[in-house]
């Protein structure tokens, strides 16, 4: 079992910056990938960005050059820096962990309101 605790959303202007975390615990040791996801409602949840195996970060289109996946090992903590956010980043963000053969897990979410 993976246990996933998302912190740092908010509310912030238009152009504003934040930076999310995720802490992860349990059996962290079977963790293969790690990422960012987000949904607003009506729409289904969406990859932002994040860390495979290969430990090359990847990123949706729209999060290139201003979203920065990062993570610390020691303390077990993915974190996604969002700079010159936009009223579109408005969204509920999800850590999610891979563990292979099928297996994921979720964090609460955290939501991030960008007003304009």
């Known amino acids: 079992q993976v246990q996933l605790v998302e912190s740092g959303g908010g509310l912030v202007q238009a152009g504003g910056s934040l930076r999310l975390s995720c802490a992860a615990s349990?059996?962290?040791?079977?963790?293969?990938?790690m990422g960012w996801y987000r949904q607003v409602p009506g729409k289904q949840r969406e990859f932002v960005a994040g860390?495979?195996?290969?430990?090359?970060?990847s990123y949706t289109e729209s999060a290139k050059g201003r979203f920065t996946f990062s993570r610390d090992n020691a303390k077990n903590i993915v974190y996604l820096q969002m700079n010159s956010l936009k009223s579109e980043d408005t969204a509920v963000y999800y850590c999610?962990?891979?563990?292979?053969?099928?297996?994921?897990?979720w964090g609460q979410g955290t939501q991030v309101i960008v007003s304009s």
């Open positions: 860390l495979s195996s290969s430990g090359r970060p």
């Open positions: 349990g059996n962290t040791f079977t963790i293969n990938a």
């Open positions: 999610r962990a891979y563990v292979g053969r099928g297996v994921e897990y």
